[in-house]
């Protein structure tokens, strides 16, 4: 799962669920835990956030397009 995300998702769920067409992209390797999935549907968020293994490429396209990027992390 990736580090910290949950803290993450959670801080945004007032926005998630205010702005419906709002998504969460997430890159890599990893895929979402069972729990983290079974969160993201009992909190009604699901559909807006996507995993997916991106290439050089649409990581690129996806920071152009971004509205931000974030890098959760509890210690800094």
Same mark, same amino acid.
Not at 50 to 56: D, H, N
């Given at each position: 799962?990736?580090k910290?995300?949950?803290a993450f998702?959670?801080?945004?769920?007032? $926005?998630l669920?205010?702005k419906?067409?709002?998504?969460?992209?997430?890159?890599?390797g990893?895929?979402f835990?069972?729990?983290?999935l079974?969160?993201?549907?009992?909190m009604?968020?699901d559909?807006q956030?996507?995993?997916?293994?991106a290439s050089g490429?649409?990581?690129?396209?996806?920071?152009?397009?971004a509205?931000?990027?974030?890098f959760?992390? $509890?210690?800094?």
């Amino acid at each position: 799962n990736y580090k910290n995300f949950t803290a993450f998702v959670k801080a945004m769920l007032p $926005l998630l669920k205010e702005k419906r067409t709002l998504r969460i992209v997430c890159t890599g390797g990893n895929s979402f835990s069972k729990e983290e999935l079974e969160f993201f549907q009992f909190m009604g968020i699901d559909q807006q956030i996507i995993q997916i293994s991106a290439s050089g490429s649409l990581l690129n396209a996806l920071y152009q397009n971004a509205n931000v990027f974030v890098f959760p992390s $509890l210690y800094e």
